[in-house]
Every structure is written in structure tokens, then in C-alpha cells.
């Protein structure tokens, strides 16, 4: 299959810069794509932790029972970019490209005491490559001519996701969240046969594009507990439930041939048969003035709703994924020093992509700093820095390994009260 053949080797020629992608991997003609780590700016520079964090003056869309700590008549604006430096490689033949893209919009807000919502939109997925291979089986090329192969993908899906959470006692938070998926992911190939005798010239082509439509509702749930709650230190254990579920996805597979004789043209509609995997994520988290540390694990069910691609030996493995950070702020109050007001962050990312190549997992693995700048003195609004080195893949058994980089800035914007307060003198 074409496919096969275009895994096989790594992009060796770049085709025109479109800094829409999201992503950038050979890995991403399958599936879903990349699937983007989740978290504020922040949260990814501690390895993606946040299961379990708990706090009324910071957004956290890791779990939705955090809402339940909203402090009354405040509000929260969460936004973030990224900019990303994607480099493949396999044997001799490497790649690289660059992209920036807004990365998240969330806001924050009380509904009642003990009650808040929040609203999201943020990316889940993306595919994009650009890929173009060269037949090397001699008896092919001796029957038919000289023959290339070009693949194109590009697109994402995005989570629109509403939530509320709720503190029904003391110390215990529950919360729920709906999350819209929509987007589209194309992926189309060129194939194009040039005659070995001279002057023929290129006598046979073949492209075909795959456009896979998404629009579906799930949902997760998710609880907190603090287990010590104190003004200098606090502990908390948490977890969440996604539900998943069948995307659904509508699909038009379109597949057009022509030669020196005719042209034939074909346009299949169907539903995409990928699932999202129902998931379970636990953590624990550890806050106080100076030191904040936590540790998530999350596992993700991939294998029972999905099937394996035996054409292209492509298939699906349930994940393990561990996540370890921490964070040091040296004095938040110091007048004299603004580094010592600085929070300073470290984090590490470890597990394996969803998808298998004749049989072999992908380890995908991540560290990551940042650090948090408050804006003003005694103030909680922070502009946040991230970066994050990663690889996934491996170069033995004919596959890639993809490095990336990526560097992320945010803003949090915290108000309280006096966002909801009238002016006694106008």
C-alpha cells in the first residue's frame, strides 16, 4: 500500500512553509494524529501534573472538581501560545519545520458559593506532514518507470469544553465536564509514474484525499480530597473518569487516476470507525508557600474500540503515562528581589504513543521548565514561560524518532472583586 511505502522513509523534501500546523510527524497518518498534552502553560512546564491541584486564584483544566474552590465574585482568564521546532529523522534522510499557533482561551467564574464553571477551547489533536519517497524496487521500476510518492496532511480537532464543580463538603470537591469535539483532518497522496525511456515524459498518476469531519459530545467526571488542609501546607489526592466514546466522524474518500487512455474518478462516503479512549487519571498534589509538587498517572483504553490495520500494520495500544513536577518560589513578598518573587518550575513526562507500527510502541517521553512572572507586587495575575524537550519513536527497525521542542507563553489574569464592583464616583 502507498501508505506503507510513504511511512517508510522520512520526509526529504519540504514542501511551501504553512505555519498552521499544529504538528508535524510521519507518525500522524494514522489515527487521530499527535494528541496535544493538556494544561495551562504552568501545568505543562511541571510535566503536565494537575490532577489533584487545588487552588481559587489559578485555573486548572485538568479536572473539573477544582471549580468548586472558586473564591465568590472573582473571575479568571487563561490564554496561551506555542511555538514548536519538529525534527525527524531515520538513517540519513532528516527533516525539521517550525509553526506558532494560539494554544488555549479558558475562563473562570463563580455561580454560587462552593460553585463554579468554566469554559474552554483548546486544541486535542493535530495532523501534518509532508512526505515524498521514491520506489527502490528495481523489478517495479524495470516494468513501469521511475515512481514517487507524495503524502500531505494537515488539520486538528479541537476541544470545546464547558465544566462545573462543586464542594458538597468539606474538603471534597466533585465536577463534571462536557466537551465538544470538532474539526477536520485531511490527508491526501500523489502518485506519479514517469517513463523510463526517454521523452516519454510522466504518462500515469493516481491522488486520492481523505477527509475525516468531527463532531461529537463526551464528558468526564472528577473528584478532590484534601487530606491536609492547612494556611502553610495542603495535600490533595485526585481523579478523573473520560468517558470516551465512538467519534463518529463523517469520512469522503476520493480517488482520482489518469493515464494516456482515460480518467476515473471516485468519491466513497462513510463514518470513521476511531474512538476516543475511555481514560482514568489519578494524582496527588502537594502545595505550600515555597514548594508545590505532584505526581498524575494516566491510562488510556485504546485497544477495545479500535482495530488493528493489518494492510499497513498499524494499530493500538492502551497507554501508561507518568508525570512528576515541581515548583520553587523563594518569596513571593520580597519587596527588594524580583527573582525571589519568580515561581520556577521542573517537570518530566513519561509513556508511549497510542499507536504501534508492525507491532513496536513508540516511547514518547519529555522534560520541561518554565517560570511564572508575577505582574505586579502581592498580585496572582502572571505571565507564564514554558518550554519542553521531547522524543518519541526510536531509529532501530526501520522506524522514526521525532524530536520536538516546544516553547509556550501564557497569561493568567486574576480579579476579584472589584471586577464585579460599581464605581462610587463616576
Given amino acids: 500500500m502507498l501508505a506503507t511505502a510513504a511511512f517508510a522513509v522520512v520526509p526529504s523534501v519540504l514542501s511551501a512553509q504553512e505555519n498552521s500546523l499544529n504538528a508535524y510527524s510521519p507518525y500522524t497518518l494514522y489515527g487521530v494524529?499527535?494528541?496535544?498534552?493538556?494544561?495551562?502553560?504552568?501545568?505543562?512546564?511541571m510535566g503536565g501534573v494537575g490532577v489533584a491541584m487545588q487552588s481559587n486564584l489559578v485555573y486548572n483544566p485538568l479536572n473539573p472538581a477544582a471549580l468548586g474552590n472558586t473564591m465568590q465574585q472573582s473571575f479568571i482568564f487563561n490564554f496561551g501560545t506555542e511555538g514548536q521546532n519538529f525534527y525527524s529523522k531515520q538513517g540519513d534522510a532528516k527533516t525539521s519545520f517550525n509553526t506558532f499557533n494560539v494554544r488555549d482561551i479558558a475562563i473562570q467564574f463563580p455561580l454560587a458559593k462552593k460553585l463554579g464553571m468554566s469554559a474552554s477551547v483548546t486544541p486535542y489533536s493535530s495532523?501534518?506532514?509532508?512526505?515524498?519517497?521514491?520506489?527502490?524496487?528495481?523489478?517495479?521500476?524495470?516494468?513501469?518507470?521511475?515512481?514517487?510518492?507524495?503524502?500531505?496532511?494537515?488539520?486538528s480537532i479541537t476541544e470545546a469544553k464547558l465544566a462545573i464543580g462543586w464542594e458538597p463538603f468539606k474538603r471534597f470537591f466533585i465536577g463534571a465536564s462536557g466537551m465538544l469535539?470538532?474539526?477536520?483532518?485531511?490527508?491526501?497522496?500523489?502518485?506519479?509514474?514517469?517513463?523510463?525511456?526517454?521523452?516519454?515524459?510522466?504518462?500515469?498518476?493516481?491522488?486520492?484525499?481523505?477527509?475525516?469531519?468531527?463532531?461529537?459530545?463526551?464528558?468526564?467526571?472528577?473528584?478532590?480530597?484534601?487530606?491536609?488542609?492547612?494556611?502553610?501546607?495542603?495535600?490533595?489526592?485526585?481523579?478523573?473518569?473520560?468517558?470516551?466514546?465512538?467519534?463518529?466522524?463523517?469520512?469522503?474518500?476520493?480517488?482520482?487516476?489518469?493515464?494516456?487512455?482515460?480518467?476515473?474518478?471516485?468519491?466513497?462516503?462513510?463514518?470513521?470507525?476511531?474512538?476516543?479512549?475511555?481514560?482514568?487519571?489519578?494524582?496527588?498534589?502537594?502545595?505550600s508557600p515555597k514548594v508545590t509538587t505532584g505526581f498524575d498517572y494516566v491510562y488510556q483504553n485504546w485497544e477495545s474500540k479500535n482495530e488493528y490495520d493489518a494492510v499497513?500494520?498499524?494499530?493500538?495500544?492502551?497507554?501508561?503515562?507518568?508525570?512528576?513536577?515541581?515548583?520553587?518560589?523563594?518569596?513571593?513578598?520580597?519587596?527588594?528581589?524580583?527573582?525571589?518573587?519568580?515561581?520556577?518550575?521542573?517537570?518530566?513526562?513519561?509513556?508511549?504513543s497510542y499507536l504501534t507500527f508492525q507491532g513496536q510502541k513508540l516511547p514518547d517521553m519529555a522534560l520541561t521548565l518554565g517560570v511564572g512572572i508575577p505582574i505586579k507586587l502581592f498580585g496572582t495575575s502572571s505571565i507564564d514561560v514554558g518550554c519542553e524537550l521531547g522524543r518519541r519513536g526510536r531509529l532501530s527497525n526501520g522506524l522514526v524518532r521525532d524530536t520536538y521542542f516546544k516553547f509556550s507563553i501564557g497569561m493568567s489574569m486574576f480579579g476579584e472583586d472589584y471586577w464585579f464592583s460599581r464605581y462610587k464616583i463616576d
Fill in 33 to 45: 494524529g499527535e494528541l496535544h498534552t493538556p494544561g495551562t502553560v504552568a501545568q505543562r512546564s
Fill in 127 to 155: 495532523v501534518g506532514y509532508r512526505i515524498l519517497t521514491e520506489e527502490t524496487n528495481p523489478d517495479v521500476v524495470a516494468d513501469i518507470g521511475y515512481v514517487d510518492y507524495y503524502h500531505v496532511g494537515e488539520g
Fill in 181 to 287: 469535539y470538532v474539526g477536520d483532518l485531511d490527508r491526501s497522496y500523489t502518485t506519479r509514474i514517469t517513463a523510463i525511456t526517454a521523452g516519454q515524459g510522466t504518462y500515469s498518476s493516481a491522488s486520492g484525499l481523505d477527509n475525516m469531519s468531527v463532531s461529537r459530545v463526551m464528558a468526564n467526571v472528577g473528584a478532590q480530597y484534601h487530606i491536609i488542609m492547612k494556611p502553610q501546607a495542603a495535600l490533595t489526592v485526585g481523579a478523573v473518569y473520560d468517558f470516551g466514546g465512538e467519534l463518529k466522524a463523517k469520512t469522503k474518500h476520493y480517488i482520482s487516476s489518469n493515464n494516456v487512455y482515460s480518467d476515473t474518478v471516485s468519491l466513497v462516503k462513510g463514518v470513521s470507525p476511531i474512538a476516543l479512549p475511555a481514560s482514568l487519571s489519578v494524582g496527588i498534589y502537594f502545595h
Fill in 312 to 352: 499497513n500494520k498499524v494499530g493500538y495500544t492502551n497507554t501508561h503515562t507518568y508525570k512528576f513536577g515541581i515548583q520553587f518560589t523563594p518569596n513571593r513578598g520580597d519587596v527588594r528581589r524580583v527573582l525571589n518573587r519568580w515561581s520556577y518550575r521542573l517537570g518530566a513526562r513519561y509513556g508511549s
